[in-house]
């Protein structure tokens, strides 16, 4: 039987790109997934779209902000909901390839020592797509200084790890760069990542 992913979501006014985020995810050829999606205070019709898509796909489930917190206290909101044995990232703006959740899946199957994994990526707009932008394979904590070691929306994270690592810090200092700071902490922690030289997530 195939382990459930949680995948988490923040959203501030997305109704413009959210429906076709969520469309490649219901594309998947990976199919015991959750939709865990924050919609943090947006002013236009987000919440609206959610609410169709949580009422039709028993899979997916929103929770809303009281006031608008950021990108990383709306994640953390979706951790508490996680039932998962792994946690995937996906922003509302982007694509998921259909073979992105079976391939990392897998690859996390297969690769016992591995606790995260991620992909490249591929830039897109509208219908047209361009460059690859490519990340090490096998990153240690001695490539952080020389840039973000894995693509934070491409992640698939054991469950586990990440709330070992109580998922993302909320400080003035990490604002818009909460992922650099959780692979700090990844890496101090003794965790170890990858990432699958295939552009499975569209930007």
């Known amino acids: ?31 015991n997934w959750e939709l865990i999606v924050c ?6 019709s987000t919440m609206s779209i959610l609410e169709e898509y949580s009422t039709s796909d028993a899979r997916i489930k929103v929770i809303q902000n009281e006031c608008n917190l950021g990108l ?52 897109f707009e509208g219908k047209k797509y361009g460059r690859v932008v490519e990340t090490k394979i096998n990153p240690t904590k001695f490539d952080l200084p020389k840039g973000a070691p894995f693509a934070h929306a491409t992640i698939l994270v054991r469950s586990e790890v990440m709330k070992e690592l109580k998922g993302y810090c909320i400080s003035n200092h990490t604002v818009r760069t909460e992922d650099v700071d959780l692979w700090y ?14 552009a499975l997530y569209y930007v």
């Not at 413009?16 to 490649?24: G, N, Q, R």
């Not at 508490?80 to 690859?107: H, T, W």
């Not at 902490?185 to 295939?198: K, L, V």
Request: aromatic share 8%; charged share 25%.
């Open 1 to 31: 039987m195939q382990k459930l992913v949680s995948i988490i979501m923040g959203v501030y006014n997305g109704a413009d790109t959210l429906e076709e985020a969520i469309e490649s995810l219901k594309k998947q050829t990976y199919k």
């Open 39 to 44: 919609d943090d205070c947006s002013t236009d």
């Open 72 to 123: 990383a206290a709306s994640l953390n909101q979706c951790i508490k909901y996680v039932n998962g044995s792994f946690i995937a990232r996906m922003d509302c703006d982007d694509l998921s390839d259909p073979l992105r959740l079976e391939k990392q899946v897998s690859y996390l199957e297969e690769h016992a020592e591995c606790d995260l994994v991620g992909t490249y990526m591929k830039e």
């Open 185 to 198: 902490r990844f890496f101090a922690a003794g965790f170890i990542g990858a990432n699958i030289p295939e």
